[in-house]
T-cell receptor, first 107, second 114 residues
Framework: RKEVEQDPGPFNVPEGATVAFNCTYS??????FFWYRQDCRKEPKLLMS???SGNEDGRFTAQLNRASQYISLLIRDSKLSDSATYLC????????FGDGTTLTVKP | GAGVSQSPSNKVTEKGKDVELRCDPI?????LYWYRQSLGQGLEFLIY????????KSGLPSDRFSAERTGGSVSTLTIQRTQQEDSAVYLC????????????FGPGTRLTVT
């Protein structure tokens, strides 16, 4: 079993839809958490950090559930430009990346 | 400000040759990471530096792979006697402080071994 698990998708949604991704992690010592997005043939780019209290950045909301060991990303009013692969990352002194969830937003 | 830079952006080499890949982290960032990513696959951790020391080399796939970092800045990843299975994108990332901080990635070096 992988240390960080993500549903690979693909998620195909229409513009304007709300979509949510979950990511589960097995290392209970994980202390910091992030979401990255990666466009095709590009490097990952930091999207947002994830805090226990939850945090929001525009149309994006990230949540952390330590008891159940998962993090989530919610995208509201999705845009064509949101099409990408979303990677979750947990960090327990060493970063562990999930393999990513692919999102395609269609007109 | 300047981000993480990597060179070369593309490298084609013959099987059996040695290659050196370079990473210039963001100025002032103390932590530096190397990953590789094969087409359509996730990120594979290779090695992590804090300053010039490498507390975690657990991801290096074989003794053909080595990395160093000098002056707490530039890092080179060396692959000796390259094999076709080494073909991948090699990504470098840096982070401002310790191992728990967010990472910023360079554009990668696409290595093709023929």
């Amino acid at each position: 079993r992988k240390e960080v698990e993500q549903d690979p998708g693909p998620f195909n949604v229409p513009e304007g839809a709300t979509v949510a991704f979950n990511c589960t992690y097995s290392n209970s010592a994980s202390q910091s958490f992030f979401w990255y997005r990666q466009d095709c043939r590009k490097e990952p780019k930091l999207l947002m950090s994830v805090y226990s209290s939850g945090n929001e950045d525009g149309r994006f909301t990230a949540q952390l559930n330590r008891a159940s060991q998962y993090i989530s990303l919610l995208i509201r009013d999705s845009k064509l430009s949101d099409s990408a692969t979303y990677l979750c990352v947990t960090n327990a002194g060493k970063s562990t990346f999930g393999d990513g969830t692919t999102l395609t937003v269609k007109p | 400000g300047a981000g993480v830079s990597q060179s070369p952006s593309n490298k084609v080499t013959e099987k059996g040759k040695d290659v050196e890949l370079r990473c210039d982290p963001i100025s002032g960032h103390t932590a530096l990471y190397w990953y590789r990513q094969s087409l359509g696959q996730g990120l594979e951790f290779l090695i992590y530096f804090q300053g010039n020391s490498a507390p975690d080399k657990s991801g290096l796939p074989s003794d053909r792979f080595s990395a160093e970092r000098t002056g707490g800045s530039v890092s080179t990843l060396t692959i000796q006697r390259t094999q076709q299975e080494d073909s991948a994108v090699y990504l470098c990332a840096s982070s401002p402080g310790g191992a728990l901080d967010e990472q910023y990635f360079g554009p990668g070096t696409r290595l093709t071994v023929t």
